[in-house]
């Protein structure tokens, strides 16, 4: 392929309507099928200009693109980026090269990356981002292939404006209040990972109601990550230059809530030495974000109402009336609409909370989102530990994709961070590619994310297999018996089946879900 047919590929890409993500992958497939190369990889600075992240690659690990890489920490990156021009590193550079035991050409070998050139991207002449080709063959990068990337730099920072103007009018079509200039930095991730189907429908929700003032509920387990998506929502919205002010109202005690949330006087209470301000007011302008919001006291949940109802807060003591600006987003893990049948939480409450909820899902139906978080959390263990490479093996990756995560992001983020230390531990050198096995990972007795996708019910099974087996497959059984018998009595219904069963609706469902013999739908 030469530069020409590369060139022309690349102008009938931009001459049609591509998603950016598409257009991208293309580009880097083309430049590793020109260059003969093993790995070719599109980064771009992230927010804060410290830090690359991968926008597309080619012949790197899936978990490649869930990676970013802070520039303090990779030298060869740092380096292409002061450069105004095509940079080479020779095989003998003392630099560590990002990718060593990434590249997946010879795949079973940790591998590392003999020869590497790589070019600054900019747009409207500021830095971007940068391209990087990796080969494991010394010598691929010559002098030819330095001239004909630099040939093809204008092309390739074509194609990443392109894909920038096209992103940006799909922002203004959803929202007419996003400008175009600031729809080109609504890319920011903010921690946020994922490729799934279920995540990219969420973060379209997300974008559509956050330059609202609607309150917003933000449903989900514990772990999945719901404060990270709060950020997100406060990030886009109207109001990114003013506070975004947590409560976590589960960590509130009832004494304090009213005052931590209001503020009060000097007086107001014993203790009460100096007038405070609550966090609503603290929040004036901005975002109050509510975790757990369904632990609040029900006393609590009255005030909160009222406060949500006429924009106005009143300190503990104080018979003033003050009044405040804040938009409201609430998380749960609870059902809250159970709660409210159960008489725990208000309902007039809950409808003004819930005027658009969001539900997240679990990582167990995110698909391969669960490697391109592992990618995130492995360059994290590897900078926070010093290492050279750190890698998933085969089976590691097909344990991480089996297991079902009842602990979501948080789970995955403490299994990463065991298993690398249990590398060291069992005798791993800083200075090399560390591989981390699934025997590493601690999985192996865990509940699979594939239980329930035989045919019909685990309770279905041979009557015989609940009296065999060890202690857990035994009571694991029973409780698929009661479970599906009660839910089968209740017509499907979780709420009535909890309430026979004794146990809370949500702990029901995660339990059936483990268990794999929970139905279709609630």
């Not at 940790?110 to 500021?126: F, K, Q, T, Y």
């Not at 203004?172 to 990219?200: F, K, N, P, W, Y």
């Not at 109207?238 to 976590?248: G, S």
């Not at 975002?287 to 006393?299: F, H, I, M, Q, W």
Request: hydrophobic share 45%.
């Amino acid at each position: 392929m030469t530069v020409e047919s590369v060139s022309s590929e690349l102008l009938a890409d931009l001459a049609v309507e591509l998603p950016a993500a598409v257009r991208q992958q293309r580009l880097t497939e083309l430049l590793r099928t020109h260059f003969r190369c093993g790995a070719v990889a599109l980064l771009s600075l992230d927010g804060s200009g410290e830090a690359l992240r991968p926008e597309a690659v080619d012949g790197l690990t899936p978990d490649a693109l869930g990676r970013r890489f802070a520039l303090m920490e990779h030298p060869r990156l740092a380096a292409i980026l002061r450069r105004g021009e095509v940079t080479r590193f020779h095989h003998d550079s003392g630099l560590p090269d990002p990718y060593d035991g990434l590249v997946i050409e010879r795949p079973g070998e940790p591998l590392r990356v003999h020869d590497c050139m790589g070019i600054v991207l900019a747009v409207e002449g500021r830095p971007w981002g940068v391209l990087t080709l990796d080969a494991l063959d010394v010598g691929t990068f010559d002098a030819h292939a330095q001239r004909q990337l630099a040939e093809l730099l204008p092309l390739i920072e074509a194609v990443v404006r392109v894909g920038q103007l096209e992103g940006a009018l799909r922002v203004a079509r959803q929202s007419a209040g996003t400008s175009l200039a600031g729809g080109l930095g609504i890319s920011e991730d903010r921690g946020l990972v994922g490729e799934s189907e279920g995540m990219q429908h969420l973060l379209r929700e997300l974008q559509l109601v956050a330059d609202t003032d609607l309150p917003v509920l933000l449903l989900g387990e514990t772990g999945v990550g719901k404060e990270l998506f709060a950020q997100r929502l406060h990030a886009l919205s109207r109001r990114r230059e003013q506070p975004l002010v947590h409560v976590n109202c589960a960590a509130l005690p009832q004494a304090l809530a009213e005052g931590e949330l209001f503020g009060h006087v000097r007086g107001a209470f014993a203790g009460a030495l100096e007038d405070r301000v609550g966090r609503f007011e603290a929040a004036d302008g901005g975002t109050l974000l509510l975790e757990e919001v369904g632990e609040l006291p029900l006393a609590v949940q009255a005030k909160l109402l009222r406060t949500l109802q006429n924009n106005q807060v009143q300190r503990l003591g104080e018979a003033t009336l003050r009044p405040v600006d804040v938009r409201v987003i609430a998380t749960t893990n609870r059902s809250l609409r159970e709660q409210v049948q159960a008489g725990a939480f208000r309902a007039d409450l809950y409808h003004r909370l819930s005027v658009y909820p969001i539900p997240i899902p679990p990582l167990r139906e995110r698909g391969r989102d669960v490697l391109l978080l592992a990618g995130r959390l492995l360059e994290t263990n590897r900078a926070r530990l010093g290492l050279r490479s750190l890698r998933l093996a085969a089976d590691a990756k097909q344990a991480l994709r089996r297991y079902a995560w009842p602990g979501n992001v948080r789970e995955l983020e403490q299994v990463i961070g065991r298993a690398a230390l249990k590398a060291l531990s069992r005798g791993a050198s800083r200075t090399d590619i560390v591989t981390l096995g699934a025997e590493l990972l601690d999985l192996d007795d865990a509940p699979s994310s594939t239980a329930g996708a035989a045919s019909g019910p685990s309770a279905e099974r041979p009557a015989e297999a609940a009296g065999a087996g060890s202690l857990r497959e035994r009571v694991d059984a029973c409780q698929r018996a009661a479970i599906t018998q009660a839910l089968a009595a209740h017509g499907g219904r979780w709420a009535a089946a909890a309430r026979d069963l004794g146990v809370d609706a949500s702990n029901l469902s995660k339990l059936a879900h483990r268990l794999g013999c929970a139905p279709g739908g609630r």
